[in-house]
């Protein structure tokens, strides 16, 4: 599970937006590809402000390993990191909308690993955690590969919903606030109240300057060990969600599933990421007539040039009109992050 290139959609609101053919009390839905799970999240969290159904999600996520992509070659274009960094920041994420994400954390996330970081106590280490089959020796590290995206990095799923009162915030405070409210809300099922967020750290430097260093090596060879968990398992207080269930598939489902009589017109709602367009004929046998198609764009993709954008789009309206998909509103690669189809 790594992250995805598009904010994170409460499913039950979508529904009811387009008063779509599925009025029942249980909702099914398809998950292709999102890498994380902040729909499942978002909808949860938001559950208490729909009436009570039933919702299962079935997910369909890629198990295979990713080797490091879409990192830019010093020689392709300019002549050192923070070149290539500055030219990704400011002609390409600042030009698509990208407002809270700041170019010192998206700098400090291209160098060191590190996405969301506080002002009162800034990390000095990178962060290995994408590393594959992490083995110490000696006074370094030796592993197998390193998984997920480094250009991009996971800003967009919770750091986009920019408002009056946030526009001023950094990528990692509207992150933390957007997580927080549907922690709250999962949990009492009502929302949060706008001075619990961030009261535990001093809101005076919540609109602060972010000031950062790239670790030195002495940091960066210091030892990772895990420390015994001193939270015994007993002691966590879960909180228990009804009417939620997740069902997990492997990826060669989406090749199977039109085949089996039990998926045909099964999903009233339908999630799929870009890079996925070209698994449309197997999903859409799978959804209802009257069902929603979701189709993320590339609009947050850093290697995405804006040509791209429209040759992308062109290929999804394409591969939709010929699967039977209609669209619900006009599309604009360079606005929208999200097309909306309907069966």
Request: with cysteine; proline share 3%; glycine share 4%.
């Amino acid at each position: 599970m790594w992250w995805g290139y598009s904010p994170a959609l409460d499913i039950q609101s979508e529904v009811n937006k387009y008063e779509t053919n599925c009025p029942g009390e249980c909702l099914e839905v398809l998950i292709v590809g999102a890498g994380d799970a902040r729909h499942i999240l978002k909808t949860v969290a938001s559950s208490y402000l729909h009436h009570d159904r039933i919702i299962i999600y079935n997910v369909v996520e890629s198990t295979l390993e990713q080797v490091a992509r879409s990192i830019l070659l010093l020689s392709t274009s300019l002549d050192t990191n923070l070149g290539v960094f500055d030219w990704d920041y400011h002609m390409i994420l600042k030009s698509r909308g990208v407002s809270n994400l700041t170019l010192q954390e998206y700098r400090f996330w291209r160098n060191n690993g590190i996405a969301f970081t506080w002002i009162e106590g800034e990390s000095v280490r990178s962060n290995p955690t994408l590393l594959n089959n992490i083995i110490q020796h000696g006074p370094g590290f030796i592993h197998y590969t390193y998984l997920g995206d480094i250009t991009n990095g996971p800003f967009f799923a919770w750091a986009l919903q920019e408002t009056k009162d946030n526009h001023m915030y950094r990528a990692a405070d509207v992150a933390e606030q957007e997580v927080m409210c549907s922690i709250y809300a999962i949990r009492t099922k009502e929302p949060i109240c706008k001075d619990l967020i961030g009261s535990h750290r001093d809101s005076c430097i919540l609109n602060g300057t972010l000031v950062v260093e790239t670790p030195n090596k002495e940091m960066e060879q210091e030892s990772w060990k895990t420390k015994r968990n001193k939270y015994k398992k007993d002691d966590i207080s879960w909180t228990d969600i009804k009417n939620h269930k997740v069902i997990f598939h492997p990826m060669a489902s989406l090749e199977s599933f039109k085949y089996k009589e039990e998926y045909v017109n099964r999903f009233d709602f339908i999630w799929t990421a870009h890079n996925t367009v070209k698994q449309l004929p197997n999903l859409v046998p799978l959804l209802k007539k009257g069902g929603i198609v979701l189709v993320e764009l590339q609009k947050y993709l850093v290697e995405s040039r804006e040509e791209n954008l429209q040759c992308f789009l062109q290929e999804l309206k394409s591969v939709a009109q010929a699967n039977g998909l209609c669209e619900i509103n006009d599309i604009n690669a360079k606005e929208h992050c999200i097309a909306r189809f309907c069966k």
